[in-house]
């Protein structure tokens, strides 16, 4: 069932005379549940794309259908509220706020919404109902973006959208967050999108997406995802 579907967006941004074509014309859809892989090198127009999404940019023309509601024509209260109860985000840099402890950076996120699963149920789901309180500072970076996916998915969205989500992680401890991600993705039905630059791990994914010169370049459907466990680079 269609969760996204994206008609002709283009985002433009404009640099004195200069017009930065960063979206040029995407078309794609997004099935509910789905685990999407947006593959693309630096400036391919990724995180525009990611922001769009995520209600966090306008695009400059065309159409973002989420869940059968066309975002792009959303006031700015309405995207609030969309990016409040429906998605869920994750950052290359984890994003925690460095004096709150583990426990109290995810209810902080899950105080936003109502319905919000409990803080310690979101930490134990990401292994670490250990740690919860611990700042920040006393995690590893591999803890630091579980904390981050806990405060993502305790507000229960139905969209998580994940920035380049081991960009600075090392190899073994990103495997162990993507294993997450995509275990957590089939298991829950939150249609997961990430984006990378990194082509080795795009076989975990249903569906990759090849951006280049912000336009789609190819679109390929996964129908038997690969353990990140057997996947080397
Ligand atoms: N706010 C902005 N103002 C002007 N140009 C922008 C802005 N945001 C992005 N761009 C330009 O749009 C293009 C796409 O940028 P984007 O950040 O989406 O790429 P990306 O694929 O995510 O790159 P990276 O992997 O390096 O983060 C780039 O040329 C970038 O310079």
């Not at 433009?12 to 549940?33: D, L, P, S």
């Not at 105080?111 to 149920?121: G, R, S, Y």
């Not at 920035?163 to 993507?178: F, H, N, R, S, W």
């Amino acid at each position: 069932m269609t969760y996204i579907d994206i008609k002709n967006c283009t985002k433009i941004f404009k640099n004195g005379m200069e017009k930065i074509y960063a979206n040029n014309n995407i078309n794609f859809v997004i099935n509910r549940g789905e685990l999407v892989i947006i593959l693309g090198s630096s400036g391919a127009g990724k995180s525009t794309l990611l922001n769009i999404l995520g209600g966090m940019e306008n695009c400059s023309s065309g159409d973002i259908i989420i869940d059968g509601k066309n975002i792009s024509h959303y006031s700015h209260k309405k995207l609030t509220k969309y990016r409040r109860y429906d998605v869920g985000f994750v950052f290359q840099f984890y994003n925690l706020i460095p004096n709150l402890t583990a426990k109290e950076n995810v209810e902080l996120a899950a105080e936003l919404v109502a319905n919000a699963m409990p803080a310690d149920k979101a930490l134990k789901l990401v292994g670490l109902e250990n740690r919860m309180n611990n700042f920040p500072s006393q995690l590893s970076g591999g803890e630091q973006q579980r904390v981050a996916i806990a405060r993502a998915i305790a507000k229960n969205p139905k969209l998580l959208l994940c920035d380049e989500p081991t960009g600075a992680l090392d190899y073994k401890t990103g495997k162990k967050i993507l294993n997450l991600l995509q275990t957590m993705c089939h298991n829950s039905g939150v249609t997961t999108i990430i984006v990378t630059h990194n082509s080795a791990i795009a076989p975990i994914a249903d569906k990759i997406i090849h951006i280049q010169d912000g336009q789609v370049k190819k679109i390929d459907i996964n129908s038997d995802p690969t353990s990140i466990d057997d996947i080397e680079w």
